[in-house]
């Protein structure tokens, strides 16, 4: 299991996902995409599961497909999901210090994507499709314009008070 987490799969669970298409191969990332929408990420025992119910299917097919797409997480994620955009317009206008002050107020380390509580998971892409907008954070699709260090502190804190 990656980052040394325990298993808790729910085989009903994804045995109802995979009768909703009819066990049909045609549909494996439809089927990844729906498991990756409950358990936020795709569970290494979920992928092998599929490959072995799934005929025409093996886990390591499985595996090649999650791996290919940047849309699936092999990691868990947080409940609230960061993303930083470090395109060029946002670089030129201080994506990294949004980006240091994120990993400074969640107490991440360099590589650490998700905090320890599971609450948020931070991670940088290339591109947003919002450079007129730059720096520009998504949190869980909301777009967060022209982000400073204080004003992503402020996203933060109010976020961190909703769960408390």
Request: aromatic share 8%; net charge negative; with cysteine.
């Given at each position: 299991?990656?980052?040394?987490?325990?298993?808790?799969?729910?085989?009903?669970?994804?045995?109802?996902?995979?009768?909703?298409?009819?066990?049909?191969?045609?549909?494996?990332?439809?089927?990844?995409?729906?498991?990756?929408?409950?358990?936020?990420?795709?569970?290494?025992?979920?992928?092998?599961?599929?490959?072995?119910?799934?005929?025409?299917?093996?886990?390591?097919?499985?595996?090649?497909?999650?791996?290919?797409?940047?849309?699936?997480?092999?990691?868990?994620?947080?409940?609230?999901?960061?993303?930083?955009?470090?395109?060029?317009?946002?670089?030129?206008?201080?994506?990294?210090?949004?980006?240091?002050?994120?990993r400074n107020k969640l107490g991440l380390k360099e590589g650490q994507l998700t905090c320890d509580n599971g609450l948020f998971s931070l991670e940088t892409v290339s591109?947003?499709?919002a450079c007129g907008l730059a720096p520009v954070v998504v949190i869980n699709d909301k777009v967060y314009p022209q982000m400073t260090s204080d004003a992503i502190s402020?996203?933060?804190?109010?976020?961190?008070?909703?769960?408390?």
């Amino acid at each position: 299991m990656t980052n040394g987490c325990q298993s808790s799969i729910n085989y009903r669970e994804i045995d109802s996902i995979l009768e909703d298409f009819d066990y049909n191969k045609s549909y494996l990332i439809a089927m990844l995409q729906k498991i990756q929408e409950i358990y936020k990420y795709l569970p290494e025992d979920a992928m092998t599961y599929i490959g072995e119910k799934v005929d025409g299917l093996s886990p390591a097919t499985v595996y090649g497909v999650a791996t290919f797409y940047a849309q699936f997480s092999l990691e868990p994620k947080g409940k609230f999901e960061i993303k930083v955009c470090d395109g060029t317009a946002c670089h030129v206008r201080g994506s990294m210090p949004v980006l240091n002050a994120i990993r400074n107020k969640l107490g991440l380390k360099e590589g650490q994507l998700t905090c320890d509580n599971g609450l948020f998971s931070l991670e940088t892409v290339s591109c947003l499709g919002a450079c007129g907008l730059a720096p520009v954070v998504v949190i869980n699709d909301k777009v967060y314009p022209q982000m400073t260090s204080d004003a992503i502190s402020i996203v933060l804190d109010t976020l961190l008070k909703e769960e408390n």
